[in-house]
């Protein structure tokens, strides 16, 4: 408890030497692009980011992300910080850089998070170093909707039809609709004929 205390207070003290939140309040043009990981601005021509190597996102889509979970917060009447009376929850857990990069991604969306060790008995230096982030149990609903629009951006699926990533395979009808890749076959097939998904 004494450390989560203390954890707290360092970001605390983090947060008001820090940038005090202008870097969320820095003005986003909807007709650029920019980088979800680290937020560098780009041309609207531009597809990649050259320090992360990931796929930009419009300036539009990012306010758009901003904005409603903005409302939701303001609706919500939620604060930025975590108090030791905060009910906290694991969302998350895996090595140092990846839960930092985590944190950064809530930090970019205004939620406040907490990263500790799990490792209590690891021993002196012998074992890599992993993290569980916390965030609010009231920041849960806004976490999901941010990995939500994450993933779809990171694995490329924006690009794809999902009206049939549900679909659940009526085996007694004669035929049946892939849920991964869309393609229609008869349900007497264990697998569909065009990407091998095995409904057996």
Excluded: W
């Excluded at 560098?40 to 531009?46: K, M, S």
């Excluded at 419009?58 to 979970?69: A, F, P, V």
């Excluded at 008995?121 to 976490?143: F, H, Y």
């Excluded at 679909?167 to 991964?180: G, H, K, L, R, S």
Aim: net charge negative.
């Amino acid at each position: 408890m004494l450390l989560l205390l203390l954890l707290l207070l360092l970001q605390i003290i983090l947060y008001i030497q820090g940038d005090n939140g202008q870097s969320m309040r820095r003005k986003i043009e909807a007709e650029l692009q920019y980088c979800p990981n680290c937020m560098d601005e780009y041309r609207a021509e531009i597809t990649t980011c050259a320090t992360c190597q990931v796929p930009l996102i419009s300036g539009e889509e990012l306010l758009q992300t901003r904005q409603g979970i903005g409302q939701g917060r303001k609706q919500a009447g939620r604060t930025l910080v975590i108090s030791p009376d905060d009910e906290l929850v694991s969302i998350r857990r895996g090595p140092l850089v990846q839960m930092k990069d985590f944190q950064s991604l809530l930090k970019r969306h205004g939620i406040p998070s907490l990263a500790v060790s799990e490792d209590s008995n690891c021993g002196q230096g012998s074992c890599a170093t992993n993290l569980v982030v916390q965030i609010k149990q009231e920041d849960l609903e806004d976490v999901m909707v941010i990995l939500e629009h994450d993933h779809i951006r990171s694995t490329g699926l924006e690009d794809h039809d999902l009206s049939t990533a549900g679909t659940v395979i009526d085996t007694a009808a004669e035929q049946a609709t892939c849920p991964a890749c869309g393609t229609t076959f008869s349900t007497s097939e264990a697998t569909c004929p065009d990407c091998g998904l095995c409904f057996a």
